[in-house]
């Protein structure tokens, strides 16, 4: 059985800082790719940053300089460092692990809410 489970998430003040983990299992985690995907209320959801399996890392243009996505395979997690958080950023983010040949998996959502 696949699970992606998601924590971190929060209430923040604007200015400030989040990590949210993506802890897998039932996947061999290290060969899929892994992003986070964000979506806010009322609107779809989008990428917000992704991590292939060999490590090459990719992000939007509203998460580059702020975000950061890493991966240990170890402990077959994904991370999500937050900083510079804003009201904006106030969403259900997700975790989301790909295989072009095993599929598409999803986590269940953490909230993370941006606010003074």
């Known amino acids: 059985q696949v699970q992606l489970v998601e924590s971190g998430g929060g209430l923040v003040q604007p200015g400030g800082s989040l990590r949210l983990s993506c802890a897998a299992s039932?996947?061999?985690?290290?060969?899929?790719?892994m992003g986070w995907y964000r979506q806010a209320p009322g609107k779809q959801r989008e990428l917000v940053a992704s991590i292939t399996s060999g490590g090459k890392t990719n992000y939007t243009d509203s998460a580059k300089g702020r975000f950061t996505i890493s991966r240990d395979n170890a402990k077959n997690t994904v991370y999500l460092q937050m900083n510079s958080l804003e009201p904006e950023d106030t969403a259900v983010y997700y975790c989301?692990?790909?295989?072009?040949?095993?599929?598409?998996?999803w986590g269940q959502g953490t909230l993370v809410t941006v606010s003074s």
């Open positions: 039932g996947i061999i985690f290290r060969i899929y790719n």
């Open positions: 989301n692990a790909k295989h072009m040949l095993y599929g598409t998996w």
